[in-house]
């Protein structure tokens, strides 16, 4: 009896073992695929190591400044609103906001409990301070043009005929107020840009400038050090997870900055983020990412200057350049370069660009200048081509085809840089101007106030039109979105007849990142603006 029930037993074992060994082998790939999902889902640890487009570093942490970083300024700072992918607004320290039936006012209603670094609690009076000092004239910021005559009682803080901006309300802790002089379209794009991070009211006044050097935000990152030589000097900066982000904690450890790194620290894997500097970068197994296609490339002219003050001479220099031969000459592997013949980029939402290509005319562009009085006898002086400093081989080979091309119509170039455009204010030659513009907000304003206004502080064509000035109020109060492209249309009609400045090209950079980075997207205003707060890496969470 015992020797059969052992033998049964035996069976059953050997039967429930195949049956086990059965649903292992039809489970395995749903086992193996799982362990597949794990490996690829977000974990936390790892140093982000970025390579920044530029060659040297700004010690500039202040958001206000033109020359902070706009990458650095996003992980330490938040503003009250944000861009998403598709160019909506949507909350950040603002949970959400009410805007009245005229469009002139709006009313934020803070997140509760957000703590900047150091711990205490953001406020509507930390808002209120942060957009009033744009304003004030000791920060020296060129911001304050965006506010100055939109916001109420703006202009009268600014003269130091009051000690607030009227329209900059506190209604409790957590609301805040805005009042419009008009009922500005662009407001909430404009509140959700890096100059309008939302800085400790109380800090900023203790420490002044020193704040800067060890700042506290609410951001995803916490300032930690800055990188230096041996000999001390500064060349990059490195930040720490802010473990209490209201967003969510940062899946990375920190983030290191710095512009020295070169391409043997991305291919030892010492660095995992890096502007491509090589076709090797190109034709390996890394990422390639190519950045926001908003970035517009202008060859200005000195409108004010004789005898660039003409629209004769600039119009045989619209058409006396031909952009196809100098990009054939420029290009190089960082970046994607196209011709641009509209001064409004064409990716803008909801913006249809006029069709207004400009083609190469040699004989016309030796026309126009025989019209304006220049011949043999009458030689057209030299022009200086300014560049911003530092110096590139990009803008030594721009400046080379471009003088190539002047050559032809009896022109002389020389070349020059500059380190401020502050420096320009003072400069009585003509000169040819090359200028990038990186847009802030996804507006034509952005493109068209800052460049062309009259009264516009970046204006360094130094040109001016009552007209288009009238048309850019105008389309500051147009709610229908129809009718402000009409209105953009009419102020570009302007610019092909005037022709300040020649659109080039719009530029996209390209970036490579190590294979096991993730998280990465591509926001719509340009990788300065990545949220790093996403990033994580599939294979160095260990670390």
């Not at 794009?189 to 020193?210: A, T």
């Amino acid at each position: 009896m015992s020797a059969l029930k052992n033998r049964r037993v035996k069976k059953f074992e050997a039967f429930t073992g195949l049956i086990f060994a059965f649903l292992i082998l039809l489970l395995h790939p749903l086992f193996v695929s799982g362990i597949k999902n794990i490996k690829s889902s977000p974990r936390y640890g790892g140093i982000f190591r970025i390579k920044a487009f530029s060659d040297s570093f700004r010690v500039q942490l202040d958001p206000a400044s033109t020359d902070s970083f706009i990458f650095v300024s996003e992980q330490i700072y938040d503003g009250l609103l944000k861009l998403d992918r598709d160019f909506n607004v949507v909350p950040s320290l603002a949970e959400y906001w009410e805007i009245s039936p005229d469009s002139k006012k709006y009313t934020f209603y803070l997140r509760k409990g957000i703590k900047f670094h150091d711990g205490k609690e953001l406020s509507a009076e930390d808002v209120k301070f942060t957009l009033e000092r744009l304003l004030d004239k000791k920060t020296n910021s060129p911001y304050f043009q965006y506010f100055i005559s939109k916001v109420e009682g703006a202009r009268d803080f600014r003269d130091g005929k009051t000690n607030g901006v009227s329209g900059f309300k506190v209604i409790n802790k957590y609301t805040f107020e805005i009042s419009w002089t008009i009922p500005y379209v662009s407001g909430l794009y404009l509140l959700g840009m890096h100059f309008c991070k939302i800085l400790p009211q109380d800090l900023v006044i203790k420490q002044g400038k020193k704040f800067f050097f060890n700042p506290k935000g609410t951001g995803p990152f916490r300032f930690d050090s800055w990188i230096r030589t041996p000999k001390l000097e500064i060349v990059g900066i490195k930040l720490k997870r802010n473990n209490s982000y209201f967003g969510g904690m940062p899946y990375l450890d920190g983030i290191e900055f710095c512009p020295l790194y070169n391409l043997n620290h991305f291919f030892n894997k010492e660095i995992d983020f890096i502007p491509v500097l090589s076709e090797k970068l190109l034709k390996s197994h890394y990422q390639i990412l190519q950045d926001s296609s908003l970035n517009l490339i202008f060859l200005g002219m000195s409108c004010h200057i004789s005898p660039l003050d003409s629209p004769l001479v600039r119009k045989a220099f619209g058409c006396g350049i031909d952009k196809e031969k100098i990009l054939q000459e420029i290009s190089d592997k960082k970046s994607t370069y196209k011709v641009e013949n509209n001064y409004i980029p064409p990716v803008l939402p909801g913006f249809l660009p006029l069709d207004r290509e400009k083609k190469y005319d040699l004989n016309k562009a030796r026309q126009y200048l025989r019209e304006a009085g220049f011949s043999d006898e009458n030689k057209f002086p030299s022009l200086t081509l300014l560049f911003s400093l530092p110096k590139s081989k990009f803008k030594s080979k721009f400046y080379e085809a471009l003088n190539h091309q002047l050559e032809a119509l009896g022109i002389k170039l020389h070349l020059k840089y500059y380190r401020s455009s502050e420096k320009l204010e003072n400069y009585d030659k003509p000169y040819l101007i090359f200028k990038e513009k990186i847009m802030d907000f996804p507006d034509p304003e952005d493109v068209i106030r800052p460049l062309f206004f009259s009264e516009s502080l970046f204006n360094i064509f130094g040109y001016e039109s009552a007209e288009l000035d009238s048309l850019l109020y105008e389309a500051e109060v147009e709610r229908s979105w129809t009718k402000r492209i009409q209105i953009f249309h009419k102020i570009e009609e302007i610019l092909f007849s005037d022709i300040p400045a020649i659109p080039l090209f719009s530029c996209q950079k390209k970036i490579a990142m190590q294979p096991d980075v993730r998280g990465v997207e591509v926001p719509p205003l340009g990788l300065q603006y990545l949220e790093a707060e996403k990033i994580w890496f599939d294979n160095k969470g260990e670390k």
